[in-house]
């Protein structure tokens, strides 16, 4: 079955740019679905941050549209979150997730999450 | 922006129990409403899309139901395994928003 994998620097310093990736692998990422980023600040609840289809069409949050940058690289099955301009804010686990036609674009399958910790 | 409203924030349970939770939409959003689980330390998992369908594998204790703005999420007979906290999701447009979550507990 489909597995989502994160992985990008833990420490980010302040005013610096984030950079993450997400590696899909026993499935394509060419298909129907959303890849999307979510992310969780200490103790908070779950922000969609956006996402991306095969073909490179973006949903950005509105709320973080001018800081970030949604990608996908189909030959390497895998797509990335660029997030510029950090601050403290920012620190917080960061998930990719599937959103699946199929399933009312509900996020079925999830990566274990990576922390990110915006310091200097 | 659809925002959506869950309530309640905390909700305190014994096994057995049956327990409510309860998710608001800003504007309708027909039945493009998922519920999630989460446990600490944990990603989340998703246990019912469009609503009101299970997901695989997840318990017939846990349903859903609603339609338009106004989700509910039941779980009859709390086992142990079910103290987690709980969200909902629109996918109706985008931002797909979550509500603030619901921290069950014993």
């Known amino acids: 079955q489909v597995q989502l994998q994160e992985s990008g620097p833990g420490l980010v310093k302040p005013s610096g740019t984030l950079s993450l990736t997400c590696a899909v692998s026993g499935g394509s990422i060419s298909s129907i679905n959303w890849w999307s980023w979510v992310r969780q600040a200490p103790g908070k609840g779950l922000e969609w941050i956006g996402e991306?289809?095969?073909?490179?069409?973006?949903n950005p949050n509105p709320s973080l549209k001018s800081r970030i940058t949604l990608s996908v690289d189909k030959s390497k099955n895998q797509f990335s979150l660029t997030m510029t301009s950090v601050t403290a804010a920012d620190t917080a686990v960061y998930y990719c997730?599937?959103?699946?036609?199929?399933?009312?674009?509900?996020?079925?399958?999830w990566g274990q999450g990576t922390t990110v910790t915006v310091s200097s | 922006d659809i925002q959506m409203t869950q309530s309640p924030s905390s909700l305190s349970a014994s096994v057995g129990d049956r327990v409510t939770i309860t998710c608001r939409a800003s504007?309708?959003?027909?039945?493009?409403l998922n519920w999630y689980q989460q446990r600490p330390g944990k990603a989340p998992n998703l246990l019912i899309c469009?609503?009101?369908t299970l997901q695989s594998g997840v318990p017939s204790r846990f349903s859903g139901s609603g339609s338009g703005t106004d989700f509910t999420l039941t779980i009859t007979g709390l086992q142990p395994e079910d103290f987690a906290t709980y969200f909902c999701q629109h996918t109706f447009s985008t931002p797909r928003t979550f509500g603030q979550g619901t921290n069950l507990e014993i």
């Open positions: 469009g609503a009101s």
């Open positions: 504007q309708k959003i027909g039945r493009y």
């Open positions: 997730a599937r959103g699946a036609f199929s399933y009312f674009y509900g996020m079925d399958v």
């Open positions: 991306i289809h095969y073909s490179g069409h973006t």
